[in-house]
């Protein structure tokens, strides 16, 4: 069964550097998100990607924050500057297109976990 | 703003028991989707079911079922003849009805032992 991978599973960096999530959604999704959950805290919405475009985004996602779809298969997340409260699991999420109303459902990766030190 | 909450941070369930979840949200919209994720230990988040709003019925699959009540938002989770392999954290989620690619808004989680 198609499944969302994401890498790494575990990243450490200091504060101040850059890092960049990389996630590959399942093959014939057109719709990419990313979500975050600090500990203990809920997970939440950071982006949504379509069209090779942003969709939509929170507040959470500022100008620290970009993601790409660099070629047909990757969506990362780049964080330009981490700080310490970046420090959380981050989840991507890919969607189909239905054309005919509904909702698709969302497939998640198994998450990355940030840690900023 | 939509919210979720999940007032259970932890629960736990004999094997073949029932147990049931609870969740409650908070909308002005009249139109949207509900979800139940399961996460095992190390896992990704998987569906387990969902309920769209503007049906009545509630949704059941296999041993999951939900109690909605619309007026009362809230959207409760029952598992029936827990097994181990429930064990996990679950997730209640609200999505807006809105061409059906919204972002997922989510509680915090209820994190569920099944024991043997």
């Known amino acids: 069964e198609p499944e969302v991978t994401q890498t790494p599973s575990h990243q450490v960096t200091q504060m101040g550097q850059e890092v960049i999530l990389r996630c590959v959604p399942i093959s014939n999704h057109l719709y990419f998100y990313w979500y975050r959950q600090i500990l203990g805290q809920k997970v939440e919405f950071l982006v949504s990607?379509?069209?090779?475009?942003?969709?939509?985004k929170s507040e959470i996602f500022d100008d620290q924050f970009s993601v790409e779809r660099p070629d047909g298969s990757n969506f990362t997340l780049k964080i330009r500057s981490t700080k310490l409260e970046d420090s959380a699991m981050y989840f991507c999420?890919?969607?189909?297109?239905?054309?005919?109303?509904?909702?698709?459902?969302?497939?998640f990766g198994p998450g990355t976990r940030l840690t900023v030190l | 703003a939509q919210t979720v909450t999940q007032s259970q941070p932890e629960m736990s369930v004999q094997e073949a028991e029932t147990v049931t979840l609870s969740c409650t949200y908070d909308t002005s919209e009249s139109n949207y989707y509900l979800f139940w994720y399961k996460q095992p230990p190390s896992r990704q988040m998987i569906l387990v079911i969902r309920?769209?709003?503007?049906?009545?019925q509630n949704a059941t699959e296999n041993r999951f079922s939900v109690n909605f009540q619309k007026a009362a938002k809230s959207f409760s989770l029952k598992i029936s003849d827990s097994q181990l392999g429930d064990t996990a954290m679950y997730f209640c989620?609200?999505?807006?009805?809105?061409?059906?690619?919204?972002?997922?808004?989510f509680g915090k989680g209820t994190r569920l032992s099944v024991i043997a």
């Open positions: 999420a890919s969607s189909e297109i239905r054309t005919s109303g509904g909702v698709n459902e969302q497939f």
């Open positions: 309920q769209e709003a503007y049906k009545q």
């Open positions: 990607f379509y069209n090779n475009e942003i969709s939509e």
């Open positions: 989620a609200f999505m807006k009805h809105e061409g059906g690619n919204t972002p997922l808004v």
